[in-house]
């Protein structure tokens, strides 16, 4: 059965450093989203991708966060710099996109420790 | 934007009996309402969902209603099983298969052996 793939699974980095999170949707999904989620909380969307291009960052905090989709594959999510309220874990999830086709398959996230 | 509440927070039953999980959403415009089960340190998984042309969806044990006059959806399993212990997250989204999902907050849910 094909899954979202996600690396790396930890990650645990000093605040006012960088950090980098790949997703790898399932092959032929063109939507692709980045979500983070609070421990505690369900997940809220920082980037949507279709193809290359991003459909709605709207919730990125874009001072700091940046989401790159260049060949409309994989795709990196990077923070820079870290900051305390980052702890969180990030999920990636893909979708078809295609008419009457609407699932959302979420891979097993990246779970972020800043310290 | 779309707001989803969900209750409850926590949910405790025996093995063997129901469960039953409550989400009201606030944008009229949304028409799909699928389910996920995260069990610790895992992603969400996609167990059930159900389109706004369906009033009710069933997957064995498992089954989804919505009432889309009230804005409200439900989560309903049964014969609970120590395995169905997890969180449980509603979700609703505008349902082109294009838009995001906005989420619940989670129930987390408990069967006692």
């Known amino acids: 059965e094909a899954e979202v793939a996600q690396s790396p699974r930890y990650k645990i980095t000093e605040k006012s450093q960088a950090v980098a999170f790949w997703c790898d949707p399932i092959s032929g999904h063109a939507t692709l989203y980045w979500y983070r989620q609070i421990l505690g909380q369900g997940p809220e969307l920082l980037v949507q991708f279709q193809d290359e291009s991003v459909v709605d960052d709207s919730q990125l905090p874009k001072d700091r966060f940046s989401a790159e989709r260049l060949k409309g594959v994989d795709s990196t999510l990077k923070i820079q710099p870290a900051e305390l309220g980052d702890s969180a874990m990030y999920l990636c999830?893909?979708?078809?996109?295609?008419?009457?086709?609407?699932?959302?398959?979420f891979g097993p996230g990246t779970r972020l420790t800043v310290t | 934007g779309e707001n989803v509440e969900q209750h409850p927070s926590t949910l405790s039953v025996q093995e063997g009996d129901s469960a039953v999980i409550k989400c009201t959403y606030s944008d009229s415009a949304s028409n799909y309402f699928p389910w996920y089960k995260q069990e610790l340190g895992k992603g969400p998984q996609l167990i059930i969902d159900?389109?706004?042309?369906?009033g009710e969806k069933k997957d064995q044990r498992i089954a989804v209603t919505l009432n889309k006059t009230a804005k409200h959806f439900s989560l309903h399993i049964t014969e609970t099983q120590p395995e169905d212990s997890a969180v449980y997250f509603c979700?609703?989204?505008?349902?082109?298969?294009?838009?995001?999902?906005?989420f619940g907050s989670g129930t987390r849910l408990q069967v006692q052996p």
């Open positions: 159900i389109r706004s042309n369906v």
């Open positions: 979700a609703a989204s505008e349902g082109t298969g294009r838009r995001a999902l906005t």
């Open positions: 999830a893909s979708s078809l996109a295609i008419s009457g086709t609407y699932e959302q398959y």
